[in-house]
């Protein structure tokens, strides 16, 4: 592993090696394709099971597997959250989509043992301004997060520079937007779900160093209203709590000394 001069016995966040790296980014580059081929298929009249197909099928013919079909139950290798819907989705022939609908697909693959995880959030047909303004609130406080993804940060550098991402978004779009409570980004390796847990919100200064090699998943999830949510009855969809629609982005991040390298491009 590469060390970082000054941080040596001090908690990182895990670091992996370049040629690791390079493996990761497979995988997430097997996850950017099925995210491009889920949006390419979503219009008027199509279910998210047919999205969710769509999804498997590229990363299986890509020589990968789903990530979330079967993780601790999950049914499906997508998650699709619709409108009101924060994460979690899951997949229905009976879901069928609408215009105007603000969609948030979470996809994960592995690849030789190593994970990628994105997400990204888009409109059927054209969005109404405000939520147009949502997700691309959400974008870009995902990539202020990434943009504090260098050595010498510590994870908490990370999340303020999210939370500061999302207030300058309220600042250019002229209104407030909900930072989920609760929810966040995490570590990520061989494992899709690793510490240490991102919050998308909170002081800088704190929590275990970034170095190179260092790997993260940035997901921030926003609202047009209450930062609070609940779990329906299926024990996986998450929506918010007085029906304001939310956003969802994400990238798997790592550490370099040339600087942040997103792994799903």
């Known amino acids: 592993m590469v060390s970082l001069p000054g941080l040596r016995g001090r908690k990182t966040v895990p670091q992996r090696s370049t040629g690791e790296l390079d493996a990761m980014a497979v995988a997430g580059a097997l996850v950017a394709k099925a995210l491009r081929a889920v949006q390419d298929a979503a219009a008027p009249g199509v279910s998210t099971l047919a999205l969710d197909e769509v999804a498997e099928s590229v990363i299986r ?38 215009a105007g609908d603000l969609v948030s697909i979470d996809c994960g693959a592995i690849v030789d043992g190593w994970h990628g995880d994105s997400a990204v959030t888009f409109g059927v047909g054209p969005l109404i301004p405000a939520d147009e303004n949502l997700s691309a609130a959400t974008r870009e406080s995902m990539e202020a997060g990434i943009a504090a ?70 997901e921030p999830m926003l609202t047009l209203g209450t930062v609070r949510t609940k779990t329906l009855d299926d024990d996986w969809t998450v929506i918010t709590t007085d029906g304001s629609r939310a956003a969802h982005w994400e990238h798997t991040v790592a550490v370099t000394d040339d600087g942040p390298r997103i792994l799903t491009l």
Request: contains cysteine.
């Open 61 to 98: 013919d890509g020589g990968g597997v789903p990530s979330f079909l079967g993780y601790h139950g999950f049914p499906a290798s997508i998650c699709s959250s619709v409108n009101d819907r924060v994460v979690h989705g899951i997949p229905s022939a009976a879901e069928v989509l609408v």
């Open 149 to 218: 993804m260098v050595p010498g940060n510590r994870l908490g550098d990370v999340s303020h520079a999210i939370e500061n991402g999302t207030h300058a978004a309220e600042a250019k779009y002229s209104r407030k937007f909900g930072i989920v409570a609760g929810y966040g980004g995490h570590g990520i390796g061989r494992q899709m779900h690793m510490d240490p847990f991102l919050p998308n919100e909170g002081p800088p200064g704190r929590g275990p160093w970034l170095a190179p090699g260092s790997v993260l998943a940035i």
